[in-house]
């Protein structure tokens, strides 16, 4: 592992009785994919949660390139690097796909009232570029050519890879996908895997949490198992097969 | 003439485009004449009061329409623009202030009114904002209603009267302007101050919903944890759809105040609240036209069945059976029924809003 990208320091999360996450720490390095696995309840999703600013975390910290993110507030999270994607498709059902990407923009652009009355000069030009970048961004995870369609109206697979692309419109330094090819037939699941290939290669670090055991173990470069709120093992996807711990999690302690 | 040009769903040839902003320029400008002459004064003032609604059903879209929150009490924002005039413009107080100062500080204080709804209210959707919003509306009302006393500041329930007319340019419209020694009645000027504030805010709306800002809007009444996601401040931006529908209701109360010369809490009530989200609905929630087409029906066509109910009858059964007034709102009932029936996304929706019901029409 190089550089650090990210690193959480003792991540606690409680509801109500209920533990979520007792004391994680990881640290994701920079151009790294990092899987995050776990049988269901494991605490998966609220980590993603307490990350990317959904949840606020009971106790310990997040810094993202050494600096500490404001955990409880996600548009700040958004704007230091983090972009996500949902377990369940989150897109703007309402709004077309190049409208999706382009609300994806926000951060990045900075329009106000004033701004898109008078239509000034600088605003039309950031307009303009805010289109082109969202044509870009469509391009890149293919589904360029259905830009003007609904986003409901688009197959299951061009979903999950418009909330990619509006998740890569904020420029994030973290890329964290929940889940990505859950619902996925084999064929859109091959694609998926080039694409998250080619968006390292572009210099993006992932996060994936991911229940499709082949996936995870094929793409990453690390891996980290969740078990009751608690990390059992962290280590390169071949070790943690090995892990007897996490064999337990899965199958269940040996037979008495 | 580029933004009236941009009113259009495609993009004509500039020759066109002027041609066609100065045609619909000189028909609206003959509203006034034609009405008045053909059927009297009572019209233009009712054409005047329809502008006036278009005004704020354009302010409440921006709340209801454009960032989805449930708003039952917008007409509060018209009550603090009413009052703000009312106050400085009479003998209330002996102030007497211009309209160009107070219309600004109309908005000003309206838009901060909505801020103080919004803030309390940000992390309410749906049935819940509705309740909260209605209450603020009321209180809003009862306050004017009981501030005569230990200060008398409203007049309580008698209102405000005496207000200042506007004056435009050094000219009071509550007299005529006699221009080349023909004389323009004072309904006329005021409707073509009323015509050029809702042509303002319309443009006003169109420019900002297909903004940053807008986009900010809608993605939150799609979906408000992915705006949040993608970076949206939900709490500003929230904050910031309330103020500025409030602003609009601010200045559309100001004209109002001037307008009647009198104000009192009764014309703030509830009533007036469901029937400008009755507007937008009816008109075609988020869809600019459809908003400004809704607010003019609903506050041209109860008056029309008025009108229509006494001769209609006579016509019918020779004589009178019912009292227009019971009728009319009758008639008026039964065609919002009607149109939520049979045009469920509005009469006048936007493209994408009548493929979504016709979506889940289909049942998908």
């Known amino acids: 592992m190089s550089e650090v990208l990210l690193a959480a320091n003792g991540i606690s999360k409680n509801f109500g009785g209920v533990r979520a996450l007792a004391n994680v720490s990881l640290t994701i390095g920079k151009g790294e994919i990092y899987g995050l696995i776990g049988p269901n309840g494991a605490g998966k999703t609220t980590f993603f949660n307490v990350l990317t600013g959904l949840y606020t975390a009971d106790a310990g910290s997040v810094t993202l390139s050494g600096r500490a993110l404001n955990l409880g507030q996600p548009h700040e999270v958004v704007r230091a690097g983090i972009a996500r994607t949902f377990q369940n498709i989150r897109l703007f059902a309402n709004m077309t796909a190049l409208e999706n990407v382009m609300v994806g923009r926000h951060t990045k652009s900075r329009a106000g009232v004033w701004g898109a009355v008078t239509a000034s000069r600088a605003t039309r030009a950031e307009e303009a570029a805010i289109v082109a970048r969202a044509h870009t961004l469509l391009k890149y995870v293919g589904i360029d050519a259905r830009a003007n369609d609904l986003a409901r109206n688009l197959p299951y697979g061009d979903q999950r890879r418009l909330e990619i692309a509006r998740a890569l419109a904020t420029e994030p330094g973290l890329l964290a996908l929940d889940e990505p090819a859950a619902g996925m037939n084999a064929s859109e699941t091959a694609a998926l895997r080039e694409l998250i290939a080619g968006l390292r290669s572009d210099g993006i670090t992932i996060l994936l949490i991911e229940h499709d055991v082949k996936l995870v173990m094929g793409l990453c470069d690390r891996v980290a198992v969740l078990d009751y709120g608690e990390k059992i093992a962290e280590a390169t996807p071949e070790a943690v097969q090995r892990d007897p711990r996490v064999i337990e999690a899965y199958l269940g302690g040996p037979v008495e | ?364």
């Open chain 2, 1 to 364: 003439m580029k933004p009236l040009a941009n009113l259009l769903p495609h993009p004509l040839p500039p020759a066109a485009a002027y041609g066609g902003a100065a045609l619909a320029a000189l028909a609206l400008a003959a509203v006034p004449f034609v009405l008045g002459m053909n059927f009297g004064n009572s019209w233009v003032r009712i054409v005047d009061f329809a502008l006036l609604y278009a005004m704020l059903a354009l302010g409440l879209n921006i709340v209801v329409g454009f960032a989805g929150l449930l708003d039952l009490g917008y007409i509060a924002f018209y009550a603090v623009g009413a009052y703000l005039y009312a106050l400085l413009a009479s003998p209330q107080f002996g102030l007497h202030w211009p309209l160009w100062a107070i219309l600004p500080l109309g908005a000003t204080c309206a838009a901060a009114f909505g801020v103080l709804l919004g803030a309390p209210t940000l992390r309410l959707r749906g049935d819940y904002l509705a309740i909260v919003t209605l209450g603020f509306g009321e209180i809003i009302r009862i306050f004017l209603n009981n501030l005569n006393a230990p200060v008398n500041i409203t007049n309580g329930p008698q209102g405000i009267a005496n207000i200042d007319s506007m004056s435009v340019a050094g000219h009071a419209l509550e007299k005529p302007l006699v221009v080349f020694g023909f004389p323009i009645p004072s309904l006329y000027l005021f409707y073509y101050l009323f015509l050029a504030l809702a042509v303002l805010t319309m443009f006003i709306c169109i420019r900002l919903e297909d903004s940053r800002i807008g986009r900010a809007w809608v993605a939150i009444r799609e979906d408000e944890i992915a705006a949040k996601a993608c970076g949206i401040n939900t709490r500003n931006i929230k904050l910031l759809a309330f103020a500025m529908g409030a602003s609009f209701g601010g200045v559309a109360g100001g004209l109002f105040a001037g307008f009647q010369q009198f104000v009192s809490p009764e014309s703030f009530g509830l009533l007036e609240s469901i029937m400008v989200l009755c507007m937008v609905v009816l008109g075609g929630m988020g869809h600019i036209p459809g908003v400004v087409l809704g607010a003019l029906l609903l506050a041209i066509l109860p008056e029309a069945l008025r009108y229509a109910a006494r001769p209609a009858q006579m016509w019918l059964f020779g004589r009178m059976l019912l009292d227009p007034e019971a009728l009319r709102m009758l008639l008026f009932g039964g065609a919002l029924i009607a149109v939520m029936l049979f045009r469920p996304a509005g009469l006048w929706p936007s493209a994408v809003r009548r493929r979504e019901f016709a979506a889940s029409g289909n049942g998908t």
